[in-house]
């Protein structure tokens, strides 16, 4: 069966920013006088966020990056979470924010703040742009929420489908569409 993908503006680029914006500022109060915060951001659909949220927190900040792949197919995690990349550097005594894409059934971040959690970190927060709370399978408490979003599946400002449209710089509704039989 032969598809057509369209993908239409959900969030613009210029609500995205504004709301990046607003996290950053309360990030920046809550660790006010704190000599160093540690981002970790969770390849590759938390890169572009992490970018603009770290560019926007007055505080002195360090990253580091983690590679996850949850076993399942393009639209669905299934829990079962292997690390492709772990952290450079360790956590222990930091106080560590986990820069998430977007929260579904939470059991990519339950699986991974637990394991965090174990590495004795000063403080653990999670910070998701996007969260669909109506998909939670798992709670998982986070701690800055973006945007709260209905179950559609969504793209673009680091989100994939199939590893495309993470360029977008806004945050869009994927549509997929039969269009009649395959030879
Ligand atoms: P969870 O373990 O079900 O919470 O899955 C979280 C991960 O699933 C995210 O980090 C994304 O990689 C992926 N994901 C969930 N919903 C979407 C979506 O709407 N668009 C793109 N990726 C998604
Ligand atoms: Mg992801």
Redesign the pocket.
């Known amino acids: 069966m032969e598809t057509v993908e369209t993908v239409s503006v959900m969030i613009s680029e210029e609500r995205l920013l504004a709301r990046v914006r607003e996290m950053a500022e309360q990030i920046t109060a809550d660790f006010a006088g704190c000599d160093e915060l540690k981002l970790v951001c969770?390849l590759k659909?938390s890169v572009f966020f992490t970018t603009e949220l770290a560019k926007r927190i007055n505080l002195p900040i360090k990253l580091d990056f983690m590679s996850v792949s949850?076993y399942g197919d393009d639209?669905?995690?299934s829990?079962r979470v292997r690390i492709v990349k772990d952290l450079d550097e360790t956590i222990r005594g930091q106080n560590v924010i986990v820069v998430?894409?977007?929260?579904?059934?939470?059991?990519?971040?339950a699986f991974l703040l637990e394991m965090l959690r174990s590495r004795q970190p000063e403080t653990l927060r999670l910070c998701t742009l996007l969260d669909?709370p109506s998909?939670r399978v798992t709670d998982v408490k986070v701690d800055y929420t973006g945007f709260e979003i209905p179950d559609?599946?969504?793209?673009g400002f680091g989100?994939?489908?199939a590893q495309k449209y993470r360029a977008l710089p806004f945050i869009g509704k994927l549509s997929i569409t039969d269009c009649g039989e395959d030879e």
């Open positions: 969770i659909g949850s639209m669905e995690s829990g998430e894409d977007i929260v579904d059934s939470g059991r990519t971040l669909k998909r559609e599946f969504v793209v989100l994939d489908y």
